[in-house]
C-alpha cells in the first residue's frame, strides 16, 4: 500500500521586497508537516526544498545570500 502525501500553502512571506511561499508537506494522516519548501512567487522557482522545520524570515534570507 502506498503512503499518500500532500502538499498545502502555509504562508507567503515578504522578505526584502520579494515574496515567497512556504509550502507543508505532509505524508499520510500527519497534522505535522514532514517537511517545507520554500518558492519564488514571481516565478515559482524553488528557493529551498526539504527544510525540516518551518523557515523564519531570517533563515530564508540567509539562505538567499
Do not use: N
Request: net charge negative.
Amino acid at each position: 500500500m502506498r503512503t499518500q502525501e500532500r502538499t498545502r500553502k502555509i504562508a507567503v512571506l515578504d522578505i526584502d521586497g520579494e515574496s515567497f511561499e512556504v509550502d507543508g508537506h505532509y505524508v499520510g494522516k500527519e497534522s505535522k508537516a514532514s517537511w517545507y519548501t520554500v518558492t519564488r512567487s514571481s516565478d515559482h522557482s524553488v528557493t529551498v526544498d526539504h527544510l525540516s522545520q518551518f523557515p523564519s524570515c531570517e533563515k530564508i534570507r540567509s539562505l538567499l545570500h
